[in-house]
């Protein structure tokens, strides 16, 4: 298995930029996690999405973050627009079934800086 | 809410050293424990994980013993290598609750 795929894997872009990160989850997982890692506040998660459905996006900081997931095999970060507080590594992470004991599987992140 | 607290790094170590990395943890009900590991430039992996009380988790000569007396689940292994070197992070994951809470992540450098 390949495991999770995230795109691109490093980005800088300036201040007000559109930016879109990428995930493909490991093929037959039904959630899929994104996290955000900072120096500052460590590991965060900002949205879970279960069967392609967001089901808690409390952690998505401000309107100017959104994701989707229009199919099984593929999620979305958006951030339009950026700023340099953006600036983080962000995973993805995916999981097969409904159990607190499930593994998540992350993918190698996508380093973002925002000038 | 749930929330993890793990030792500040970081911990310097020669190779073949006796290693613990300390973890507690708040949760309400029996939450699940992990242990990832991220390499430099990589995403984290599953070390090891435990999923009630007294389970020991174990991987690559690492363990971890979920204690719930203590709430804790301190990651030890008896001797480390350079290869050892990476960021620890402790973790929990409630009940049915899908969410992943982290640590701060404790750096590790094993010099030869």
């Known amino acids: 298995d390949a495991g999770v795929i995230q795109s691109p894997r490093h980005e800088v872009t300036e201040m007000g930029q559109e930016v879109t990160l990428r995930c493909k989850p490991i093929?037959?997982?039904?959630?899929l996690f994104w996290y955000r890692q900072t120096m500052m506040r460590g590991l965060e998660l900002l949205i879970y999405?279960?069967?392609?459905?967001?089901?808690?996006d409390s952690g998505m900081p401000e309107d100017r973050f959104s994701a989707k997931m229009p199919n099984a095999s593929f999620s979305t970060l958006k951030i339009q627009p950026s700023e340099p507080r953006d600036s983080a590594v962000y995973f993805c992470a995916s999981s097969l079934g409904g159990q607190g004991t499930n593994t998540q599987y992350f993918g190698p992140g996508t380093r973002l800086t925002v000038l | 809410g749930n929330s993890v607290t793990q030792m500040e790094g970081p911990v310097t170590l020669s190779e073949e050293a006796f290693l613990t990395i300390n973890c507690t943890y708040t949760a309400t009900g029996y939450p699940s424990l992990f242990w990832y590991v991220q390499y430099p430039g990589e995403g984290l992996q599953l070390l090891l994980k435990a999923t009630k009380a007294d389970d020991k988790g174990s991987n690559k000569g690492f363990e971890a013993t979920y204690r719930k007396e203590t709430t804790s689940f301190h990651l030890e292994k008896g001797s480390v290598q350079v290869s050892d070197s990476a960021v620890y992070f402790c973790?929990?994951?409630?009940?049915?609750?899908?969410?992943?809470?982290f640590g701060k992540g404790t750096l590790l450098t094993v010099n030869p």
């Open positions: 093929s037959g997982h039904d959630y």
């Open positions: 999405f279960n069967n392609n459905v967001p089901i808690d």
């Open positions: 973790a929990l994951r409630g009940g049915s609750n899908y969410k992943l809470t």
